[in-house]
């Protein structure tokens, strides 16, 4: 049976439809990851998978309780890191546990011996006492995923989980998720940082505009959907070189910003090319889910 | 679909006692400035005008100005405090520290919430009108065993108090909105529900009116019992008092999930 089963889901505002028909599962010990851009929906799946909204159409089961029916039921055993941190401000890091843990009819007995263990786990056993006000941005995420464990969850889900971190707050969260996988647990991450997406998600799909439009594991995906080699060009005249040796040299070219993009199968001929550019700076790397992101959902901006 | 389920009636778990302990939680660690803060505004008013001018007036229904703005002011602070904690507090957990949405990420239903706050509502109310009943039996300014039976009453206006400063909380975009429910609704029904003189003073058709108002009925309450009589028409006034109560609760539930279960 998969921990969390989605058919057929739609949800609207409005004439905006917004969850526009997916289907999702996820199996036991996997990390999924939903990418897209702002405004794809992934929140909204986010939410009618925990059974906070009603969908217009299709079914949910999680640990096979059909959702939002049994959605009460069925999130005694799921954490969630939402967004943005909604912690306790009136409350010391140990009481936010606390009166978290209370919510999920923990005894006091239990929380004794849980809330060392997280502590330990968000590397906060110093800030047991300290104020939510006093802690760090990385702090407080970390807080907000011990939280989401106060009931040893089977499932967890976390959107954006390091959005606004810095490098090495994102590491830890990283090695901590990763961490939880190794324990079993079943990760439903939303994310638009592909490098996080690649590096922690055992399978992916990219939604846009309410649709699921493309699947598989991240290497799978770049295999099939971009050429290997990305040489990234930029410079005085890189205009002027895309349309006459750029293009022909690569399989494919797009410009974004200052940059042009040239994606090919073979990259020497566009290197040895570059070679004797003076103008022209460049950047020669293997193809990455960024560019496979940016293919398939246009590089216009998203607000 | 969305708009039946809306209007669904509550289906609350008990687990809604955990909404109330976290607010109570909360108040525990701020209970002293947040006690003065209730109280001080309600006991100047009672003691200046209740002695200042109190002395100038002769007997008010067969008791001292004093004791007649007694009884008014445990109900006004009662409203007072229930207005403030479902408006500001509320919109604080629901809108701006999105507490709600931590709690709802967990096996509580909105539903669930809204009873908690409710239920807590009422009872931080209740304590601001006990206090001012506390102080007035200090001053000895009430003479019957009776007063026992005002807290049961102070208890469900609170409730229905809270229902109403929670579908302001629904529709509230910030916190300015509740000045308007302060302004046209609180402080007028202050001054027309008998707070600070008998509503027999006031012209016919703003009598009408005050009669169709929670805080009169709960001050017809809690008047007669501070004084040791019982009141008359209780079953009346305690009938009006529930379906505010009832009837708020409600509304405040189904704005409240067409604002957050979208």
């Known amino acids: 049976m998969p921990i969390l089963a989605v058919h057929g889901l739609r949800k609207s505002y409005g004439a905006l439809e917004v969850v526009a028909g997916i289907d999702l599962e996820l199996s036991r010990g996997e990390c999924f990851g939903l990418l897209g851009p702002n405004g794809a929906g992934k929140t909204t799946t986010l939410r009618l998978c925990l059974g906070l909204t009603e969908p217009d159409g299709g079914d949910i089961a999680m640990f096979g309780l059909p959702v939002p029916r049994e959605a009460r039921q069925a999130r005694l055993r799921v954490g969630v890191v939402p967004q943005m941190d909604n912690l306790d401000p009136d409350f010391t890091v140990r009481e936010n546990l606390v009166v978290y843990g209370r919510y999920f009819g923990l005894s006091r007995t239990a929380l004794e011996q849980r809330i060392p263990e997280l502590l330990a786990f968000a590397a906060l056993e110093n800030r047991a006492d300290a104020r939510i006000l006093a802690l760090s941005g990385g702090m407080k995420r970390r807080l907000t995923l011990a939280r989401a464990l106060i009931n040893d969850p089977d499932l967890i889900f976390l959107d954006e989980p390091t959005t606004g971190l810095d490098p090495q707050a994102r590491h830890l969260i990283w090695e901590r998720l990763q961490q939880l996988m190794r324990q079993g647990k079943t990760i439903f991450l939303t994310t638009h940082f592909m490098d996080e997406a690649e590096r922690l998600c055992h399978r992916l799909s990219i939604m846009d505009r309410g649709r699921m439009i493309a699947h598989g594991a991240p290497r799978e995906l770049v295999a099939r959907h971009i050429e290997p080699h990305v040489v990234e060009v930029y410079g005085d005249g890189v205009d002027a070189w895309a349309s006459q040796s750029g293009a022909g040299l690569s399989d494919r070219c797009e410009k974004t910003g200052a940059t042009l993009f040239c994606y090919a199968r073979d990259a020497a001929p566009l290197l040895q090319h570059l070679e004797a550019q003076n103008a022209l700076r460049y950047l020669y790397r293997p193809a990455t889910l960024e560019d496979v992101f940016l293919k398939l959902t246009g590089r216009e901006l998203r607000d | ?262």
Request: proline share 6%; charged share 10%; glycine share 6%.
């Open chain 2, 1 to 262: 679909m969305i708009t039946t389920a809306r209007f669904r009636p509550p289906a609350p778990s008990l687990r809604f006692v955990h909404v109330w302990r976290r607010n109570f939680l909360v108040w525990r660690k701020l209970a002293i400035p947040s006690m003065l803060g209730n109280l001080a505004d309600p006991m100047f008013y009672m003691l200046g005008l209740g002695y200042g001018l109190g002395r100038m007036l002769p007997e008010m229904n067969g008791m001292s100005y004093i004791a007649f703005l007694a009884a008014g002011t445990v109900c006004s602070s009662t409203m007072m405090s229930a207005s403030f904690e479902a408006m500001y507090s509320g919109f604080s957990r629901m809108h701006v520290q999105k507490t709600w949405e931590a709690i709802l990420n967990a096996p509580l239903t909105l539903d669930d919430v809204m009873v908690g706050e409710a239920v807590w509502t009422a009872s931080k109310s209740f304590i601001s009108g006990m206090a001012v009943l506390v102080i007035a039996l200090a001053l000895g300014l009430v003479h019957s065993p009776l007063a026992v039976l005002a807290l049961p009453i102070v208890l469900l206006a609170g409730l229905a108090f809270a229902g109403l400063g929670l579908i302001m909380t629904a529709l509230s975009p910030s916190y300015d909105f509740f000045m308007y429910y302060f302004t046209l609704a609180v402080t007028p029904m202050m001054l027309v529900s008998g707070v600070f003189y008998p509503v027999e003073q006031l012209p016919a058709v703003v009598q009408h009116i005050a009669a169709w108002l929670p805080l009169l009925h709960a001050v017809e309450l809690v008047r007669p019992l501070m004084s040791g009589t019982l009141p008359s028409h209780v079953l009346l006034h305690v009938a009006v008092l529930v379906v505010y109560a009832v009837t708020s609760f409600y509304i405040a539930l189904v704005l409240t999930r067409r604002r957050l279960q979208k």
